[in-house]
């Protein structure tokens, strides 16, 4: 069965870093396109981050760019997202996310990242 585990959020300062981790499991990612979305609390899920199958292609939200990096290791059947001088408003569930085509679209369970002094 197909899954992605998130780990790697929590509790940090303003100007604190953070390296959220997915591994998948039950497929392998090398084709996917591998992506990192959030939710505020009363907000709709928006994209952060993605990484095309190649690893060649990498497109970053403007709110994070220059903050934010993702990369992957297929070896290890996993992706990241480097989170560095994280501002109160990035505080959110992350979710990870492999895309193939419709069909082939899973979610992990999300994890918080909260920052605050």
């Known amino acids: 069965q197909e899954q992605l585990v998130e780990s790697g959020g929590g509790l940090v300062q303003p100007g604190g870093s953070l390296r959220l981790s997915c591994v998948a499991s039950g497929f392998t990612i090398s084709a996917y396109v591998m992506r990192w979305y959030r939710q505020a609390p009363g907000m709709e899920r928006e994209f952060v981050a993605s990484?095309?199958?190649?690893?060649?292609?990498?497109n970053i939200d403007d709110s994070v760019k220059g903050r934010f990096t993702i990369d992957r290791d297929n070896a290890r059947n996993a992706w990241y997202l480097q989170m560095n001088n994280l501002r109160p408003e990035d505080t959110a569930v992350y979710f990870c996310n492999a895309y193939l085509n419709p069909s082939r679209d899973f979610w992990g369970q999300g994890t918080q990242v909260t920052v605050s002094s």
């Open positions: 990484n095309s199958y190649t690893g060649g292609f990498t």
